[in-house]
């Protein structure tokens, strides 16, 4: 049995834990670290399990080497050691590591796409939109999105990320015609509903072991993800 703990409302779960490495799954709206809300984040959570584990006195380290977004849940992995987050923040940087995620998106998406823009984030407003390549500060953001399965007007979808953008996934699917399912800021998203993006997989190179690692798990149970159960369970036992 996994290990867990809590962050605030939240239980959060052990995917992976040893000297160098804590993997967990991030709930959906659970900041990963802390903001202007003053809500419960990941790791100053995370920070005191390690600490009530291993009963380590004082500030325990844990370095932040990815994110992401507030709304969005999946596979996460922290460094425990400096030696560890440098090297996975070279890994990231240099997108040498497998990020996949499971989306819903509006629409039927016939087939694959391998979308390529350029992206710029408005500091005021911390929204991002799709710009020309020449624009001041736009940055490339690379995906493939692919087709797994379609119904009632939506489409479930595996995406590979080429590179890490901030909203990257939701602004190209978007910009592309097939919005996420509950998205309020991209793809007009409804009270209520919680967007449908999933940190499904993450396989990298252990910074210190250097065998790769591969951290995988499925979608919460509820919501529109049963819609796509049996599509989304058949990838995670492939």
Same mark, same amino acid.
């Given at each position: 049995?996994?290990?867990?703990?809590?962050?605030?409302?939240?239980?959060?779960?052990?995917?992976?834990?040893?000297?160098?490495?804590? #993997?967990?799954?991030? %709930?959906p709206?659970?900041?990963?670290?802390?903001? &202007?809300? @003053?809500?419960?984040?990941?790791?100053?959570?995370?920070?005191?399990?390690v600490?009530?584990?291993?009963?380590? %006195? #004082?500030d325990?380290y844990? @370095?932040?080497?990815?994110?992401?977004?507030?709304?969005?849940? @999946?596979v996460?992995?922290l460094?425990?050691?400096?030696?560890? &987050?440098?090297?996975?923040?070279?890994?990231?940087?240099?997108?040498?590591?497998?990020?996949?995620?499971?989306?819903?998106?509006?629409g039927?998406?016939?087939?694959?796409?391998?979308?390529?823009?350029?992206?710029?984030k408005?500091?005021?407003?911390?929204?991002v939109?799709?710009?020309?390549?020449?624009?001041?500060? #736009?940055?490339?953001a690379?995906?493939?999105?692919?087709?797994?399965?379609?119904?009632?007007?939506?489409?479930?979808?595996q995406?590979e990320?080429?590179?890490?953008?901030?909203?990257?996934?939701?602004?190209?699917?978007?910009?592309?015609?097939?919005?996420?399912w509950?998205?309020?800021?991209? @793809?007009?998203g409804?009270?209520?509903?919680?967007?449908?993006?999933w940190?499904h997989?993450?396989?990298?190179?252990?910074?210190?072991?250097?065998?790769?690692?591969?951290?995988?798990?499925s979608?919460?149970?509820?919501?529109?993800w049963?819609?796509?159960?049996?599509?989304?369970?058949?990838?995670?036992?492939?």
């Amino acid at each position: 049995m996994r290990d867990h703990f809590q962050a605030g409302r939240f239980s959060v779960e052990v995917l992976y834990l040893d000297n160098h490495l804590l #993997g967990l799954v991030k %709930p959906p709206n659970l900041p990963v670290q802390r903001d &202007a809300s @003053g809500d419960p984040d990941l790791l100053t959570c995370a920070k005191e399990y390690v600490a009530r584990k291993f009963h380590k %006195p #004082g500030d325990v380290y844990l @370095g932040l080497v990815h994110r992401l977004d507030r709304p969005v849940g @999946g596979v996460m992995v922290l460094a425990r050691t400096s030696k560890a &987050a440098a090297r996975l923040s070279q890994a990231f940087a240099r997108h040498t590591l497998d990020k996949r995620y499971l989306a819903v998106v509006q629409g039927y998406q016939g087939g694959e796409m391998a979308l390529q823009d350029f992206l710029c984030k408005d500091p005021r407003t911390g929204m991002v939109r799709v710009v020309s390549p020449d624009t001041p500060g #736009g940055k490339e953001a690379r995906l493939i999105s692919r087709p797994l399965a379609a119904r009632r007007g939506l489409t479930l979808i595996q995406v590979e990320l080429q590179t890490g953008r901030a909203h990257q996934i939701r602004v190209q699917q978007a910009h592309a015609g097939f919005p996420l399912w509950g998205d309020a800021r991209y @793809g007009g998203g409804k009270p209520g509903q919680q967007i449908a993006l999933w940190a499904h997989r993450l396989v990298l190179e252990h910074p210190v072991a250097h065998q790769a690692l591969a951290l995988e798990v499925s979608p919460p149970g509820g919501g529109i993800w049963d819609l796509f159960k049996d599509a989304w369970e058949e990838i995670h036992e492939s």
